[in-house]
């Protein structure tokens, strides 16, 4: 298996980048691991790589790529100008159009807007799909996680979009966790019918019709504190609400831990705090952190792409090759295009 | 100053209601509750009231109604057959037309979307204003409160709706809070210029022409996890997304309050954790309680109106009536009113 990743455009620079890449080649025999970013910066990291680490630099290849997309890049901008940046190469080697030979997935912590938009351009999105659908799976209560799409790439989603989101969602329960129904929910305000968006509720009345031959289980409606609580298995929005709701999510997990953490040091002594509360605070801000540690997928495109948080550290970005690893070995996009044809 | 109390609706039974009315009372010493809901139950509730609270037992006054509004009743059936109900009766009491003349302020615990079609009907709205929306502050980072609206009272809205929330919102951080200036933001996917739903497109526009007479410190786009920052006073977004965003930020809070607590007491023996964690998280759980332990502002009507949250208990309705005894002391329809006056 031969993974392209984009080295350049995390918060926290190559290095962490590179040092998931050689965790993942370390845990994964057959995996080679293709790096596109400047081979200079590249080569350095990879020479200064720790044991156990260093044994895997055989299997991670320099492509060179000088060019990369600025975090704070539009995608307009990525497609005017970022046809050689480090993200658009990687892509196009996951299209097989490189020089570097082809990739089975890309991965890339990098400007999510950029990547969704060249994406589209080098890889093309499955027939009948417009644009590709952000999701990832969040930790929930009883420890399952709920995929919960899409996160952003599309605004002002009209309710047939939000039946793509579903059907995709479940395609990927279904394929890559094995659920084999999996419990789907559409976003709302509340519970009743009269409720919601003019688009939720034409999606409603679409999903209810659904025929029931074992895609999903539809559960209908979904307020915003069932995310959590371990009864879904995949959760459907417009992005602009999955956007907000993961990343206020995201804000406020980092301000409670943080909080519990300064009471705690408070009412602790020092050497105390640091045995108790630290090591189990720090578990917890991992599960609980949901796109740093899992990835997110970018659904709907004709091959495998999944985004790394931004600020992931080596750990998160190993995980990003990890989920990629898993929807190449269920050939994701192969189950959606199968589940697509289902369609009515 | 006159408050009127809708005893009915609480997930907890009227009994917390009429304790949190009899502390407000007690806090308070020219305030006078009317309580709405039966009568007999009501007599019985406050003839067991336990010291102090019941000292304040000559100021709740009880006015009976039988009727009430289920939980899960909808806005249509409340309008149809709600007339009669303790929170109908409760509103009209607000607005001067009923048999126990008029309060300054009415608090429900009740069903959301019933308050407010009752309040619109009952009250009427602003001058301008079509329909009211619902406003809470959310806790942040630094201690600061930050106001999200609105949190479900649209959806679908457009611009002029939005912008409507951004004065709404504003005047009620400068008058009840005292906040000079408040920082104001539209909530959206992004911070540049071309990303975001339409309507949050046009908002930005209007805002961004918006006069600069003290109103508010327009700061552009936030992201979901800018709420949390402490840096903003105010949080403007359509209601689909704002009820989304509070309820998952409540399911979330209580699921890590929840696992916080469990690796805590697998760790520390029975008795260091209820000595140390147990009223620590106890603590940190009700300042996080956004909703609960605030309650929520329905803006844009002629008269003031708190809704308490359902699961509220006597602390937190409590705290709801303090909300609306503050909203009263500043007179916020009138100043909403003077607001919009200033509006191009």
């Known amino acids: 298996m031969r993974i392209a990743i984009d080295v350049m455009g995390s918060d926290q620079g190559p290095q962490s980048i590179i040092h998931g890449a ?17 081979s200079r910066q590249i080569v350095a990291e990879l020479s200064r790589l720790p044991q156990p680490l260093a044994a895997a630099t055989s299997r991670l290849v320099v492509c060179d790529s000088h060019d990369s997309v600025a975090q704070d890049a539009t995608a307009a901008w990525a497609l005017r100008h970022g046809q050689d940046s480090s993200m658009a190469q990687m892509l196009r080697c996951v299209a097989g159009n490189g020089s570097h030979g082809s990739a089975d997935a890309g991965v890339s912590a990098g400007n999510t807007s950029a990547l969704v938009a060249l994406s589209r351009r080098e890889l093309g999105t499955l027939p009948g799909i417009s644009r590709p659908a952000i999701s990832t799976a969040i930790p929930t209560r009883n420890g399952r996680r709920c995929y919960l799409l899409d996160l952003g790439a599309n605004v002002d989603s009209p309710a047939r979009r939000l039946v793509d989101f579903a059907v995709m969602g479940a395609a990927m329960a279904q394929s890559v966790d094995a659920i084999e129904q999996p419990r789907l929910a559409l976003l709302n305000v509340g519970a009743e019918a009269t409720k919601g968006s003019r688009s939720v509720r034409e999606a409603n009345t679409f ?14 409606y979904a ?12 959760v459907v929005c417009d992005g602009f609400v999955g956007n907000a ?7 406020l997990a980092s301000m409670l831990i943080e909080r519990v953490q300064a009471v705690f040091e408070s009412r602790l002594s020092g050497r105390l705090a640091s045995l108790l509360a630290r090591p189990a605070l720090k578990r917890l801000k991992n599960e609980l952190d949901p796109v740093r540690y899992n990835g997110a997928s ?7 792409v999944v985004k790394s948080h931004g600020g992931a550290h080596a750990e998160g970005f190993y995980y990003a090759i990890v989920r990629a690893i898993q929807e190449v070995e269920h050939d994701l996009p192969q189950q959606l295009v199968q589940r697509w044809q289902t369609l009515p």
């Open 223 to 234: 307020e915003g504190g069932d995310l959590f609580r371990g009864n879904l298995d995949v």
């Open 245 to 251: 709701v993961l990343k206020s999510s995201e804000g």
């Open 207 to 220: 999903l209810r019709r659904y025929p029931a031959h074992a895609l999903f289980d539809y559960q209908g």
């Open 298 to 304: 970018l659904l709907g495109l004709s091959r495998i």
């Open 22 to 38: 050689a965790k993942a080649a370390l845990h994964h025999d057959n995996l080679e691991l293709l790096l596109f970013g400047p």
